[in-house]
């Protein structure tokens, strides 16, 4: 097994604020902290490389709160990916990657209690939200371990390089490597999943002179005409049956009369109600009068995103009934390796992944599930820049259904400039695809 020593580690931090609001689950978001993390590693040999990673601490998402405000998480977050710094280099783990980012995880859950001590939060510090500040280091090494040993980071998940499954996934795994379920080349292009927010406007006349003026598309009818969107994740409420039926066939209506503008033929929606559906019944009953008022967007239908909490054992809500009618995957409730063997026993189809979980704990899922005979999906966090890069790299090595999602060209676009030059193709979206640079790169493209 090849391994890396980490040796320095810095952060960046930027504030980025969002062109339009996106509305999902309870809350807005309109401005976020971006985060660059940098990680040298050194061989036994002595080589040394430096290794990126990027992602937003997104705390709505992650840390959602009645008791905290957005400037009061976000501070909390920032403070717990300094410590993990500190952690991460003081303590210089020395390992595979894989290794790194699992011992990272259960190292620095342990300073959760300390920051909410330390900043007195009147709640605990959650998982997810670590797992979120912790990403954008495990994203870096893993970069620099093949910038280090001067390949593609996917080609060093396979015998010659890694531990076999089993040292992080159990017995059932012995002999089986990570490479068994990745991709050898990248597959490109790749369809993109265009977010339709619960604010977002759907046709053009909707638009008032407050909406942005900068040569960017605002409508949902504009979009698909620019970038030829043909796969389209909606979110909605998930306690107001009308309104989110409404918005599924409105959307539903635009998306086929501009695509067939275009000539395109195929439409694919996912719904997302961010954990707001009281109990699973919500669903069944959303996707009967779906398929009644509307056969034609009952079938573009994939799946459905997490509708109810993401404590998948706090209710054991048995998600049957709406497997039987259309697949639904797990994302905030997938925190833990155990909790895709828990998601998987309630019946749900399959898991969401993010790289904000962290690319070990996504390539690790991945592997479960695909085990399991389950389908995963990609979705993303507004990731930009590098993470976007390592977002859509994910999924082009893996097999997620139906594509990557990709919403910072729609959100927060010129945190995309930094990656423009090498990566055309994720920047300018064409026929509703990304496409992966055909030259080859070290650690993770970036």
Known sequence: MKHVKVKEVSLDFYELTYRTPLKFGSGIVDAVTDVVASVE????????????GEILLGDLWAFPSELLDHEERDDAMREMTVRAARWLEK????DHPLGIGIVMKEAVRKLAGEISRDLNLPEPF???????????????????????YRIDTYDGYGREMCDDLSR?????????????FISKEYRSPIPIWHLVGGLDKL???????????DGLPVSLDEWIERDGIFCFKIKLRGSDLEWDLSRTTEVFAVAKEYSAKRGAKEIFLSVDTNEQCDEPEYCVAFLNKLREISPEAFDALLYLEQPTERDLRRHSFDMRPVAAIKPVVADEGIQELEDVDAAFELGWSGTAMKTCKGQTFALLTAAKTAAAGKIYTIQDLTNPGLALVQSVGLAARLSPLKGVEANARQFIPSANDSIADRFPGLVNICGGMAQWPEESALGLGY
């Open 41 to 52: 590693v050194e061989t036994a040999q002595g080589r040394r490389a430096v290794g990126k």
């Open 91 to 94: 303590e210089s783990p020395t």
């Open 126 to 148: 959650p998982l997810l939200a670590l797992m979120v500040c912790i990403s954008p280091l495990d994203a870096a090494v893993h970069d620099a371990f093949g910038k280090v």
């Open 168 to 180: 992080w996934l159990g017995g059932s795994f012995r002999g089986r490597y990570l490479s068994e």
């Open 203 to 213: 046709r053009g006349e909707e638009k008032t002179p407050d909406d942005p003026d």
